[in-house]
Nanobody, 118 residues
Framework: QVQPVESGGGLVQVGGSLRLSCTAS????MGWFRQAPGKEREFVAR????????YYADAVKGRFTISKDNARNTVYLQMNSLKPEDTAVYYC???????????????WGQGTQVTVSS
């Protein structure tokens, strides 16, 4: 198993785009979560290494796209039409379970900051 490692965060203006990357292995499902200051960690999107099943939180549906490159053990989160409320630390995590519950993910990356300025 490989601990997830995220990259790609940064500062972007409202309406802009960013792509996050996460390299990991050892679990069946990969998820992206985010945590804003003073708020609980929340689910963003998930994908399975086997097949192409994806799922999104309502807050990001239609703006964010999760994808993967199995050969590179890498999962991506393409974020478009970014809003100030998307500002958070974004985490990549791995799980044996198909779930939105962060408690069921046992391998976590260190997080990457995404800041959307207005």
């Amino acid at each position: 198993q490989v601990q997830p490692v995220e990259s790609g965060g940064g500062l972007v203006q409202v309406g802009g785009s960013l792509r996050l990357s996460c390299t990991a292995s050892g679990r069946t499902f990969m998820g992206w979560f985010r945590q804003a200051p003073g708020k609980e960690r929340e689910f963003v999107a998930r994908i399975t290494w086997i097949g192409s099943s994806t799922y999104y939180a309502d807050a990001v549906k239609g703006r964010f796209t999760i994808s993967k490159d199995n050969a590179r053990n890498t999962v991506y989160l393409q974020m478009n039409s970014l809003k100030p409320e998307d500002t958070a630390v974004y985490y990549c995590a791995s799980s044996y379970y198909i779930t939105d519950d962060p408690r069921r993910y046992d391998l976590w990356g260190q997080g990457t900051q995404v800041t959307v300025s207005s």
